[in-house]
């Protein structure tokens, strides 16, 4: 029985999850709002039920057995863990840490500028012309320190899907020249999406079928 992941129809918080859940090839389901978004009072009081949070609690997964889990980030971690996706010494469990924090910080920073919800132009040209330049080199810097083809080594880890995630749908998705000057980045981007769980996922309905952040969030 596949785990059932709950959120909008959109990437989002979620999308690292199901890259991470492909990756380690745990079968999944989205499972969204009926009435699409915003969810029904109804639908949010079954979340709160089912997760037991009483603030938010999508994005969240349910596993085969049954489990819940709530919390994007944590969520992230578990399914890390669950399907061998994490190194095995404390430096490179570290290194794994950091760059889901990094990958937070660009996340967190293309979430300040979107014009649909009521940014101002000039949080989006910021964006595109300061910030989001400066978070692609932070990243690089560290992907031209790896001694391999990935963030740490010649594996992919939990750390290449969260910077991917926030590269690509908080990044490139958005600033379609974004990568243009960050030539190592983008060599990692075609590598990762050749993994084949990322790949088979990449090209899956269920990927197509989800609302994207494009230009036109940023007013271009």
């Known amino acids: 029985m596949p785990a059932s992941l709950y959120y909008y129809k959109a990437t989002g918080r979620a999308n690292a999850i199901r ?4 990756a380690a090839n745990i079968p999944f389901n989205d499972v969204y709002p009926e009435g699409g978004f915003p969810p029904s ?18 994005p969240m997964l349910q596993m085969d057995d049954g489990k819940v889990y709530t919390q994007s980030q944590a969520i992230l971690r578990f399914v890390g863990r669950t399907g061998n996706l994490m190194p095995q010494n404390e430096s490179d469990l570290f290194l794994v ?13 293309s979430y300040k500028c979107f014009i649909p919800w009521g940014a101002p132009q000039e949080s989006a040209d910021a964006f595109i012309e300061k910030v989001l ?8 810097r560290q992907l031209k320190e790896s001694s391999g083809g990935y963030f740490i080594g010649n594996s992919l880890t939990l750390a290449d899907v969260a910077v991917y995630d926030a590269v690509v749908n908080f990044g490139s998705i958005r600033v379609p020249t974004a990568l243009d000057d960050f030539a190592d980045l983008n060599a990692w981007k075609e590598r990762v999406e050749k993994h084949e769980g990322i790949q088979k996922y990449l090209k899956s309905d269920a990927y197509a079928d989800l609302m994207k952040f494009g230009p036109e969030t940023l007013g271009k």
């Open 41 to 58: 009072d109804k639908e949010k009081a079954e979340w709160r039920k089912l997760g037991r949070n009483t603030t938010t609690n999508v």
């Open 133 to 140: 330049p400066l978070h692609l080199g932070n990243l690089e």
């Open 19 to 22: 890259l991470a859940l492909a």
């Open 97 to 109: 840490d950091k760059l889901l924090e990094d990958a937070e910080d660009l996340r967190k920073e």
